[in-house]
């Protein structure tokens, strides 16, 4: 058997190792004592105490042992590869007596070749062209085809830097992901810290800007208000005028003057000599439109930034840098302490975002600015394709074919074509544009989240919607980062006929038969027409390339020179498509991946046709509900009121609401919170508790995912607090949000997590199982105007956490003795938290200070995160001028945290009967008194709380009005 290593296993220093490979080489499983311990991850024992973790694979009718991880001292529990804390006793392990009782797992691709792997979300084997780029060194260029492995072999070339690192691409889903596959099978690099950010946020780590980015939408209907009588008609291609020619390319000025822009070369401008004066009137309108509107353009905030921006990453990687401008580029990289420490990797076919990319711009802003190279830089191509069907690629190619025959050579880094590595081969179909042939396909696809609709423009999806009742049905550029197995385009040609009439003049067919693309520039410097007509070749490379396998091109017109160029009638016939039909659990969990890859208009038809959510049949208990029940409750002698609001109340730890109903002598306030909790949940969530929730997961289905209880908590919440690991599985799994906030401005996690901290039997039993998933994978937070974002791995984030589960429950009490959250007290708290969730280095007290002291508003650190107010020494609470990042608003962190919900327990409530009794009769003026002085000091810190908050909101709002109008 053929045996690989992972990459960052080192042989040398495993004692035992040749004997065990050899063995396993050899087939012997008996002899190196191989059990199964997980789905494809096997053991086997090197010696008493260590083991050899790996996995079975298959490539080509070969079997391959990739040996993953070294465990010493039987620490499963440790493994990267197991579940966090599992224990596994290795005599009750089931033996493995040979490769025949074993079912290797078939890969993609493997390299025979390289006996090393990588490793992400799944195996990574590099090929040749890979391989090498992997060894060179920084700066590099890499270009690739979607599906090239361009994005993965970044990010394992990332894992090789040091310091302090960026990662960062305009799409904020391509950011996300990227981060998950980065830290996949609990990766870990001490050497590193990382920031995954949007280009958007990466311009907020610097100053947040006023006002809203502005959107194409934004400029179609500004355009269609203000075009006038300039004749331009194409409200994109003055868009990408503006973004690409106007604000993008210079690094000198925010924007081109009337005469530098009059002046321009014939390629350096989408528009002719004559269209230019009207191209310029509008965009001093543009301008003010901005202003006036409070919209923000992302190239004239990236000149403007230049000044403020400060050298603070050590190695910065751009993906698909075809779509960040130039200025933008400029802005990212003089971020760098030393020159030439990138990687840009991208794909100038796959441009569909206004913004007139070329690699040709790159290098000049290179040469303009040869300080960001260092040294040069290095441009590797790769032609691979590991995600498209061979039939997909070979489309994809001829598209490629054509656009070269029709414009010449757009640049050297674009001259190639794509070699598929696809196992199958997929199919391709041309069908005619009759009610017939679009009604039984709609049939056969339209409960399917595996079939999307493609469009060229957002204005044609209506058109789609009268034949096809997928809610996948999606313009061009919202299709752009996506990828379904099964894609359905409609009318791309034909809908922009005139466009590929134009595009396919005098193309020569047998251009299109060659195997390679020679390098040669159009011959006519004046002609346009790649200018005009890139948007719709590149459109229709875009949307071919979306489908991993299967691709059916629906057209009014099978004669166009288009559809004959590409050769598309081969493949007409009659529709070959089964029927196919998703679960209502597939379809929840589709909505959630568009919602977060920002598709919103999809998402919601999900839940609106397919999922049919309805509203819930019950009133929902929110903040603004509940202070009106506090007013009715305390106004009489309505027992409904009184029990509802001491529910409430206990399920957000309400002090103010319970000490009241224990001044009015409502008894069932006085009980004990444990048995009063217990009857709560077994009125409201008994089926919460249950092995086989069946009956909640029904009403996610009618209600939606996380549809409201009548406590205003989500389902995912009500699961956290419970601890029921299986549920939150579900939940998770059919796309339920763990960001979502209950009325204590509570997420689910931050639920758990108070659960664990007051009840050692849920921390012991129960965190473990649920924390992971419920975690969200980051923060983002603004500090002094600007954007921090606290990745889930820092503790400064933990402690936060902490703290917000800590609030309700003893802060009031801390405060009313002039106190506040202490290392000592935190670090006491978190004993009883499991290893897995916090190990034990990080519970220790001089660890929680350093966090406290390292992140406090005072101090001075590039490293300060600004997170903790110290109110004494040693004693801290959350920063009051934090905000943090809910959907597109900023809330301060007591917006969500209410002051006015905080209480704490009266004296007379924390004494035993006995020496109240005491005290009641001896020193009832000394209890008075304390209570009042409590009262008093919690009252003082919600006024200063407010006052921080509402001096900083009014000297902000100054600073950033001044700011703004600089920038513009």
């Not at 919209?295 to 751009?318: A, K």
């Not at 027409?529 to 991993?548: C, D, G, H, P, Q």
Request: proline share 4%.
């Amino acid at each position: 058997m053929n045996i690989l290593l992972y990459n960052d296993l080192d042989p040398d220093r495993i004692k035992g190792f040749a004997k065990v490979r050899k063995a396993l080489e050899a087939g012997n499983f008996t002899q190196a004592d191989v059990r199964k311990i997980g789905d494809n991850l096997y053991r086997a024992r090197l010696n008493k105490n260590d083991r050899l973790l790996f996995a079975l694979h298959s490539y080509q009718e070969q079997c391959y042992c990739l040996i993953l991880e070294y465990l010493p001292n039987h620490a499963y529990e440790k493994s990267r590869f197991l579940e966090r804390g599992v224990t596994i006793d290795d005599d009750k392990i089931p033996e493995v007596t040979g490769i025949e009782a074993a079912e290797p797992v078939p890969l993609v691709y493997l390299n025979p070749d390289n006996e090393r792997f990588n490793l992400l979300d799944k195996i990574i084997s590099f090929d040749e062209a890979q391989s090498s780029v992997y060894q060179l060194s920084p700066p590099l260029v890499i270009i690739g085809s979607a599906g090239s492995g361009k994005t993965a072999l970044t990010l394992e070339k990332m894992k090789q830097a040091t310091g302090d690192v960026l990662y960062v691409s305009l799409s904020p889903y391509l950011v996300q992901n990227a981060r998950n596959l980065y830290y996949s099978h609990h990766y870990d690099n001490e050497d590193q810290e990382i920031e995954f950010l949007s280009f958007r946020e990466f311009l907020e780590s610097i100053k947040v800007p006023e006002g809203r980015e502005i959107n194409l939408k934004d400029f179609e209907g500004w355009f269609q208000r203000h075009k006038g009588n300039s004749q331009l008609k194409d409200p994109h291609k003055l868009f990408e005028e503006f973004r690409g020619v106007l604000t993008g390319p210079s690094t000198e000025s925010a924007w081109l003057s009337r005469a530098d822009y009059l002046s321009l070369g014939v390629k350096q401008s989408i528009f002719n000599d004559d269209e230019r004066p009207k191209v310029y009137d509008l965009f001093e309108k543009y301008l003010q439109f901005l202003k006036k509107e409070q919209l923000y353009d992302t190239n004239i905030v990236s000149h403007g930034y230049l000044e403020q921006s400060q050298p603070r990453y050590d190695f910065i990687v751009v993906d698909e840098v075809q779509d960040i401008t130039n200025i933008q580029l400029y802005l990212i990289l003089k971020s760098l302490r030393n020159d030439g420490q990138f990687i840009l990797c991208g794909d100038s076919n796959q441009i569909v975002h206004p913004n007139f990319f070329s690699w040709s711009k790159v290098k000049s802003l290179f040469f303009e600015q040869q300080g960001l190279t260092g040294h040069g830089e290095v441009i590797r191509i790769l032609q691979s394709n590991y995600r498209n069907a061979p039939v997909v690629t070979h489309i994809a190619n001829r598209i490629l074919k054509l656009k070269h025959a029709r414009f010449g050579s757009i640049d050297k880094e674009s001259n190639y074509l794509v070699n598929s590595i696809g196992a199958h081969q997929g199919r391709l179909q041309l069908l005619n544009d009759k009610p017939d042939v679009k009604k039984d396909l709609d049939n056969r696809t339209a409960q399917s989240t595996r079939f999307a609709v493609l469009v060229m423009h957002p204005d044609q999806k209506a058109a789609a919607r009268k034949w096809f009742n997928t809610p996948l049905i999606f313009s061009i550029q919202e299709a752009k980062g996506l990828e379904y197995d099964n894609i359905i385009l409609y009318n791309f040609i034909s809908d922009e006929e005139k466009a590929f009439r134009d595009i396919a003049a005098g193309v020569d067919p047998a251009a299109l038969e060659k195997e390679s693309l020679n390098y040669a520039r159009a011959k006519d410097k004046h002609d346009k027409s790649l200018e005009v007509y890139k948007f719709y070749i590149n459109a229709l490379y875009v949307a071919m390339t979306r489908a991993v396998r299967n691709l059916y091109v629906v057209e009014a017109s099978h004669k166009h020179p288009m559809v004959r160029l590409l050769d598309l009638a081969r493949y007409s016939g009659d529709l070959e498509v089964d029927q196919q039909k998703s679960s209502l659990d597939e379809w929840q969990k589709e909505a959630r991946k568009l919602e977060l890859q920002g598709k919103q208009e999809q998402a919601e038809e999900i839940r609106n046709r397919i999922l049919q959510i309805k509203p819930v049949p019950w009133p929902v208990l929110d903040r603004v509900h509940f202070e009106t029940l506090q007013t009715e409750a305390m106004a009489g002698k309505n027992k409904k009121k009184q029990i509802l609001a001491l529910e409430y109340a206990l399920i957000y730890h309400h002090r103010p609401m319970l000490n009241a109903l224990i001044n009015t002598g409502f008894k069932a306030a006085s009980q004990p919170e444990n048995k009063s909790l217990q009857q709560l949940n077994r009125k409201h969530y008994m089926s919460y508790d249950l092995k086989n929730p069946g009956a909640v997961l029904r009403d996610t289905e009618k209600y939606g995912i996380d549809h409201r209880t009548i406590f205003n908590l989500t389902p995912l919440m009500v699961a956290a607090r419970l601890g029921n690991a299986g549920l939150v599985d579900a939940l998770i799994e059919r796309g339920a949000d763990p960001d979502k906030q209950g009325s204590n401005g509570f997420n689910a996690l931050q639920m758990a997590l108070e659960q664990a901290l007051f009840d050692n039997k849920y921390a012991a039993a129960k965190l473990t199982a649920i924390y992971e998933k419920l975690e969200p994978d980051s923060l983002a937070i603004q500090v002094e105007g600007r954007l921090i974002k606290l990745d889930k791995r820092l503790m400064g984030l933990f402690v936060l956490n902490l703290m917000f589960a800590l609030f309700y429950r003893t802060l009031g009490d801390a405060l009313s003795r002039s106190q506040g959250f202490t290392a000592k007290d935190l670090a006491e708290r978190v004993q009883s938290l499991p290893d897995a969730v916090l190990p034990e280095r990080r519970k220790r007290q001089s660890y929680i200070s350093s966090i406290l002291s390292g992140n406090e508003v005072e101090r001075q650190s590039p490293y300060n995160r600004q997170l903790f107010k110290r109110i004494k020494r040693g004693h801290y609470i959350i920063n009051p001028l934090l905000k943090i990042r809910r959907g597109e608003d900023w809330l301060s962190v007591h917006d969500l945290l209410n002051v006015d919900d905080l209480g704490f327990i009266p004296l007379t409530q924390k004494m035993d009967r006995e020496k109240l009794s005491y005290y009641r009769r001896y020193h009832s003026d000394y209890l008075d008194s304390a209570d009042d002085y409590s009262e008093k000091l919690l009252s003082h810190f919600r006024k200063e709380v407010k006052k921080i908050t509402s001096d900083d909101r009014r000297i902000r709002k100054v600073i950033d009005s001044e700011q703004l109008t600089e920038v513009q």
